[in-house]
């Protein structure tokens, strides 16, 4: 066991403060890791604030993580000392459901253990996260980082990146299709990128018409403004597939008839209940499907950043030291960042 620092919330309304804590040692397949770069993901204020009354205190976030390797167990061999990597936001599963087998470990039978706020199924040790100095992961669950791609800018793909890119993977986008991306958040700005490299034609909604030149920056084909009846009525049946990632409860009525006959609406945000209620008519009346994505399998998760590293693909970010991470998370509520924050985890030494 070694003695690392990090930053971990102590409770719901505590922030996040200075906290030290044990790693354990590797085992034969670990690879531990120095981190470098840990992105800042939504799901980390969830938990840190226990909004879905499942955290355990303290909890230490961070499920974007770059680093270097700095030893590996004598049975690893896909990675040396030196090596650039990440780890996402899994570090375990049971390997040997249906799910795992094919690399979807995401939807493990028994559960995938998350990077942190969760147990070690060896030893039953708490899983704590990137706000960290250091992290020990078993070789399956950690990706190698291409050498074309920054480094603080390829953390957000482990969660942001791969969380969009899996779903219209999955369900085949490409050339000739039209996909319109409900939000232009830290995911939204992503799945623009992913559909227009894939070959689709892609419209933004957002609510705003200050968001307009902000969209098509981003690469945006067209944008509709969501609040505008008349621009909602003229895109009735025009979409292929929606890539909803707006992480707050919605309406969903209206965007589903923007769909075609058989198109297909994806949720990737955590938004239940989904109030108000779908209505039936929408999906019975013209066969389109709602459905969900969770994030990506290990084998996915490697494809999406050699994807990017492919196509000049990267999140925008914002670079903080970890002394003012409370002050990105009440940015974050707001909408403050363009828009993803990267901690340089150097700034964990000062």
Same mark, same amino acid.
């Given at each position: 066991m070694s003695e690392?620092?990090?930053?971990?919330?102590?409770?719901?309304?505590?922030? /996040?403060? !200075? %906290?030290? %804590? #044990? #790693? #354990?040692? !590797? +085992?034969?397949?670990?690879?531990?890791?120095?981190? =470098?770069?840990? &992105?800042?993901?939504?799901?980390?204020?969830? %938990?840190? =604030?226990n909004d879905w009354g499942r955290t355990r205190y303290p909890v230490v976030p &961070?499920?974007?993580?770059?680093? #270097?390797?700095?030893?590996?167990?004598?049975?690893?061999?896909? %990675? $040396?000392? &030196?090596? $650039?990597?990440?780890?996402?936001? *899994?570090?375990?599963?049971?390997?040997q459901c249906p799910s795992c087998e094919q690399g979807l470990e995401q939807y493990c039978r028994e559960g995938m253990t998350p990077t942190y706020n969760g147990d070690d +199924?060896?030893?039953?040790? +708490?899983?704590?996260?990137?706000?960290?100095? +250091?992290i020990v992961v078993s070789e399956r669950f950690v990706v190698r980082v291409p050498d074309k791609l920054d480094p603080a800018a390829a953390a957000p793909l482990l969660c942001a990146g791969i969380t969009t890119y899996s779903p219209l993977k999955h369900f085949g986008v490409g050339k000739g299709h039209k996909v319109g991306v409900l939000g232009m958040g830290g995911l939204g700005h992503m799945g623009v990128k992913f559909a227009r490299a894939l070959g689709a034609e892609v419209t933004i909604f957002t609510r705003s018409e200050a968001k307009v030149a902000e969209a098509r920056k981003q690469g945006?084909?067209?944008?509709?403004?969501?609040?505008?009846p008349d621009q909602m009525a003229a895109a009735a049946e025009s979409f292929d597939f929606l890539l909803d990632t707006i992480p707050v409860q919605h309406?969903?009525? !209206?965007? /589903?008839?923007? /769909?075609?006959?058989?198109?297909?609406?994806? /949720?990737?945000? *955590?938004?239940? !209940?989904?109030e108000p209620a779908v209505h039936s008519r929408n999906l019975i009346g013209k066969r389109r499907v709602l459905t969900g994505s969770l994030i990506g399998g290990m084998p996915e998760t490697q494809e999406v950043l050699d994807f990017c590293a492919e196509h000049d693909i990267e999140c925008d970010i914002e670079m903080l030291d970890?002394?003012?991470?409370? =002050?990105?998370?009440? $940015? *974050?509520?707001? &909408?403050?960042v363009k828009y993803r924050f990267v901690i340089d985890m150097q700034s964990l030494k000062g």
């Amino acid at each position: 066991m070694s003695e690392v620092k990090g930053y971990a919330a102590s409770s719901e309304l505590s922030g /996040l403060a !200075p %906290f030290s %804590f #044990r #790693r #354990r040692d !590797p +085992r034969a397949d670990d690879v531990s890791i120095e981190i =470098e770069y840990c &992105g800042v993901c939504h799901t980390d204020i969830h %938990f840190a =604030e226990n909004d879905w009354g499942r955290t355990r205190y303290p909890v230490v976030p &961070g499920h974007e993580i770059i680093g #270097r390797v700095t030893d590996v167990g004598h049975d690893v061999s896909q %990675f $040396r000392v &030196g090596d $650039r990597v990440g780890v996402g936001c *899994m570090v375990d599963a049971c390997r040997q459901c249906p799910s795992c087998e094919q690399g979807l470990e995401q939807y493990c039978r028994e559960g995938m253990t998350p990077t942190y706020n969760g147990d070690d +199924r060896i030893d039953g040790l +708490r899983t704590y996260g990137g706000y960290s100095e +250091r992290i020990v992961v078993s070789e399956r669950f950690v990706v190698r980082v291409p050498d074309k791609l920054d480094p603080a800018a390829a953390a957000p793909l482990l969660c942001a990146g791969i969380t969009t890119y899996s779903p219209l993977k999955h369900f085949g986008v490409g050339k000739g299709h039209k996909v319109g991306v409900l939000g232009m958040g830290g995911l939204g700005h992503m799945g623009v990128k992913f559909a227009r490299a894939l070959g689709a034609e892609v419209t933004i909604f957002t609510r705003s018409e200050a968001k307009v030149a902000e969209a098509r920056k981003q690469g945006a084909d067209h944008v509709i403004i969501s609040t505008d009846p008349d621009q909602m009525a003229a895109a009735a049946e025009s979409f292929d597939f929606l890539l909803d990632t707006i992480p707050v409860q919605h309406d969903l009525n !209206p965007y /589903l008839g923007t /769909l075609k006959v058989a198109g297909t609406h994806i /949720l990737v945000g *955590m938004i239940e !209940p989904i109030e108000p209620a779908v209505h039936s008519r929408n999906l019975i009346g013209k066969r389109r499907v709602l459905t969900g994505s969770l994030i990506g399998g290990m084998p996915e998760t490697q494809e999406v950043l050699d994807f990017c590293a492919e196509h000049d693909i990267e999140c925008d970010i914002e670079m903080l030291d970890i002394s003012n991470i409370n =002050e990105a998370y009440k $940015r *974050m509520k707001k &909408g403050d960042v363009k828009y993803r924050f990267v901690i340089d985890m150097q700034s964990l030494k000062g």
